[in-house]
């Protein structure tokens, strides 16, 4: 069974306007207003005089709202997710994207890694993936691969493998979670080599059932949006990419978001 994407804070109100829908009904329907335990009009209801005795019983409990806990997102990427280029990791996209929509963020992302490419540590995807406790978070996502382009050149089958095999990890990993796949940009102009990549990444997402996200079609990390490096990007591209993550993820809702309310007060106003 699939778990939200997001936060369920309208299901709180929700119930708590209906508790408060019956509680007026009940007492409209017996003929009168109740106030501190008393019965004011109606028909066999209290009077004024009887308000001393009825004062001195203790009022009953009022039912507390039922709180949901905010699901915890697990991001496994290269340097863009770490946020590389941003100013603070408060404006890194996996931030951003996580403070939109409700989630808990656990990020785990390591600079210059792939789905096969490690650093001095190995903490490519799936490493990345297995140093989480098993089925201890509810939304993972992952994110990139374009520090794979140089082995894809050269052995492209070992990349396609291992893209499918990190989704298939995934789901072994955190049976039940949510996948979100955010596939691999480039601030160059869009070759052959980048599609096959993000061809393969679309392909192991329909697998396992998750929610792509291309950051290709548009061409998200361009012009002013790349950082001085010329690599990574700056504040405004990593709010760009969370525009596209939470537009990817609430779908036709995330168009109809007005100024000052969320998402878009968090992800343009930066």
């Known amino acids: 069974m699939k778990r939200r994407l997001v936060s369920g804070g309208i299901a709180v109100s929700v119930v708590a306007a209906f508790a408060v829908a019956v509680l007026v009904g009940m007492v409209l329907g017996a003929g009168g207003i109740t ?4 019965t004011v009009g109606g028909t066999g209801g209290a009077s004024a005089r009887d308000a001393p005795s009825v004062l001195a019983e203790s009022p009953s409990p009022s039912p507390s709202p039922v709180v949901e806990e905010e699901p915890v997102a697990l991001f496994v990427g290269d340097s ?9 990791p408060e404006l890194r996209w996996s931030t951003l994207v ?3 929509l409700g989630w808990r963020e656990l990020n785990v992302a390591v600079r210059g890694t792939g789905f096969v490419k490690g650093n001095a540590k190995r903490d490519n995807y799936p490493a990345q993936l297995r140093s989480v406790p098993p089925g201890s978070v509810d939304i ?3 994110a990139g691969g374009q520090n ?18 990190t989704y298939a990890l ?3 990993q955190f049976p039940g979670a949510e996948i979100v796949s955010v596939g ?14 993000d061809s393969a990444v679309r392909a192991a997402a329909v697998e396992t059932e998750a929610t792509y996200v291309s950051l290709l079609d548009p061409n998200i990390v361009q012009g002013g949006l790349v950082h001085e490096d010329g690599v990574h ?16 993820l609430q779908g036709p809702a995330a168009e109809q978001q007005e100024d000052g309310a969320r998402p878009a007060d968090i992800l343009t106003s930066r």
């Open 148 to 165: 794979d382009f140089r082995t894809l050149r050269s052995k492209p089958g070992a990349v396609f493998d291992a893209v499918e095999d």
């Open 170 to 172: 995934a789901v072994r």
């Open 233 to 248: 990007t700056t504040d405004a591209g990593n709010a760009a990419i969370a525009r596209q993550v939470v537009r990817a």
């Open 184 to 197: 691999p940009s480039t601030p160059r102009a869009v070759g052959l080599e980048v599609r096959a990549l």
């Open 140 to 142: 993972v996502v992952i």
């Open 35 to 38: 106030v501190g335990g008393i």
């Open 98 to 100: 996580s403070e939109a």
């Open 80 to 88: 863009y997710t770490v946020g590389q280029g941003a100013t603070s």
